[in-house]
């Protein structure tokens, strides 16, 4: 097994590194300067500045995959952009995950990742012209709403947003709330998941269409915060839909697939997570190491104690065996699809965020006081990694696919009882 990067893997992970040593770090007062001053919900122009750069040198799009074999899709749109393998996505993501704002100056952040690779794979030529292009060139942003606050969304069929056939419109009724995306004003468009047929077999109920975040009965009611944080200019919101009128040909796919696409498109949404979660955690290691070395207490440094020996090995091992595993379930979705990488998909959904929280509470550990502050960045850190342990999907319900893999390896197994 040879683990060594091909020249074009190390080509573009050491390309974007260094942008974000050379473009993006040396700006991050500047951003920083820029969010904390006026409105919460607004457009940073040092983001804008550093997508520029990013753009004219090629560093765009990265997240989506080749589209040689690939389903559905229609050859007469092109898709602008790197088209890179998973694997090779997988290495730039991770350094893209080190710096909060670093994704979206390569335009890979979501949810617009995942509703333009729904947009590529499903949308009309038309559907694309008006709401993929725009994604693709950076110049607005999209939200995607599955959601609900009134029902246990881990299990989507669950969901009881109503989609409801009136001649060339479906007159749309809901709540949905974790509406990623909606605070940005540049969120001009929205991937909306409810119900056509509440009477449909279970997984057919569901439908995908497109929503113009400008038509007359969508309400962004409230922007939720996570663990005290309203994490703007991008976050997540609680949206009504009260009457709302979308035209039929914003369907996408068909009634009743919407099951079907939610599945396609959550699937390189979770690695993608997975990916950039590898990258805080490197971030957070960093910190720790370098706290633990300048700091002095009972008469030698912090990092001479051995229980903080302790913690930065185990740190370190549990980055390293992470990242293994999140390539190896990128580099089984490139080989043998999205589908047959399930369970590493899973199983790397699952670890990569436990990980991460564990390196980030004790990063936080180290820092004392001021590790739960606002002077480091780590208590946000861990606050936007902790919702990924439920975010496209809990815990839970990925062990449970794990699990349910894992026995039925033995499912003709029959214990023999002991002789008496």
């Known amino acids: 097994m040879d683990f060594t990067l091909t020249d074009r893997q190390a080509h573009f992970r050491d390309r974007v590194r260094a942008f974000i040593a050379a473009e993006i770090l040396p700006r991050h007062p500047e951003y920083l300067a820029q969010s904390h001053t006026g409105e919460?919900?607004?457009?940073?122009?040092?983001?804008?500045?550093?997508?520029?750069?990013?753009?004219?040198?090629?560093?765009?799009?990265f997240f989506m995959p080749p589209r040689a074999g690939r389903a559905h899709v229609d050859d007469s749109f092109r898709f602008e952009g790197e088209q890179l393998s998973n694997l090779e996505y997988a290495l730039c993501a991770e350094e893209m995950g080190?710096?909060?704002?670093?994704?979206?100056?390569?335009?890979?952040?979501?949810?617009?990742?995942g509703n333009m690779e729904v947009f590529e794979r499903y949308g009309t030529v038309e559907q694309k012209e008006r709401w993929l292009r725009p994604l693709m060139n950076g110049e607005i942003r999209s939200a995607f709403l599955m959601t609900e606050p009134q029902v246990a969304s881990s299990d989507a069929t669950n969901i009881q947003t109503a989609m409801v056939r009136d001649g060339d419109h479906y007159v749309v009724n809901g709540r949905k709330w974790w509406s990623s995306g909606v605070g940005d004003p540049r969120c001009k468009?929205?991937?909306?998941?409810?119900?056509?047929?509440?009477?449909?077999?279970?997984?057919?109920?569901?439908?995908?269409?497109?929503?113009?975040?400008?038509?007359?009965?969508?309400?962004?009611?409230?922007?939720?915060?996570?663990?005290?944080?309203?994490?703007?200019?991008?976050?997540?919101?609680?949206v009504t839909l009260t009457n709302v009128r979308v035209p039929v040909e914003n369907m996408?796919?068909?009634?009743?697939?919407?099951?079907?696409?939610?599945?396609?498109?959550?699937?390189?949404?979770?690695?993608?997570?997975?990916?950039?979660?590898?990258?805080?955690?490197?971030?957070?290691?960093?910190?720790m190491a370098k706290r633990l070395l300048s700091r002095v207490a009972f008469g030698k440094r912090i990092a001479d104690h051995s229980v903080w020996e302790q913690r930065i090995a185990r740190a370190r091992i549990d980055i390293e065996m992470t990242r293994l595993l999140c390539l190896k379930a990128a580099d089984m979705m490139d080989?043998?699809?999205?589908?047959?990488?399930?369970?590493?998909?899973?199983?790397?959904?699952?670890?990569?965020?436990?990980?991460?929280?564990?390196?980030?509470?004790?990063?936080?550990?180290?820092?004392?006081?001021?590790?739960?502050?606002?002077?480091?960045?780590?208590?946000?850190?861990?606050?936007?990694?902790?919702?990924?342990?439920?975010?496209?999907?809990?815990?839970?319900?990925?062990?449970?696919?794990?699990?349910?893999?894992?026995?039925?390896?033995?499912?003709?197994?029959?214990?023999?009882?002991?002789?008496?």
Request: proline share 4%; net charge negative.
């Open 40 to 61: 919460r919900w607004k457009v940073l122009p040092v983001i804008e500045e550093v997508k520029a750069i990013a753009k004219a040198q090629g560093l765009w799009n």
């Open 98 to 113: 080190r710096i909060g704002w670093a994704s979206e100056c390569f335009n890979c952040s979501a949810p617009d990742t």
């Open 189 to 238: 468009v929205a991937i909306l998941m409810g119900k056509t047929d509440f009477g449909a077999e279970r997984h057919r109920q569901q439908s995908m269409m497109i929503l113009d975040m400008d038509t007359p009965g969508v309400t962004i009611e409230r922007m939720l915060s996570v663990y005290g944080y309203d994490h703007a200019p991008h976050g997540h919101g609680e």
């Open 252 to 287: 996408l796919l068909g009634e009743g697939r919407g099951f079907e696409i939610a599945q396609g498109r959550l699937g390189p949404g979770r690695i993608h997570h997975c990916m950039r979660t590898i990258g805080v955690a490197e971030a957070g290691i960093e910190a």
């Open 335 to 420: 080989k043998a699809g999205n589908k047959a990488a399930q369970l590493e998909i899973a199983m790397i959904k699952v670890a990569a965020p436990t990980m991460a929280l564990q390196v980030l509470d004790d990063a936080i550990q180290a820092h004392g006081g001021g590790g739960v502050s606002a002077d480091f960045a780590l208590a946000h850190d861990w606050a936007s990694l902790r919702t990924l342990r439920f975010a496209d999907g809990p815990d839970e319900v990925h062990n449970r696919a794990i699990a349910r893999a894992e026995f039925g390896k033995y499912g003709d197994w029959k214990a023999e009882l002991p002789a008496r």
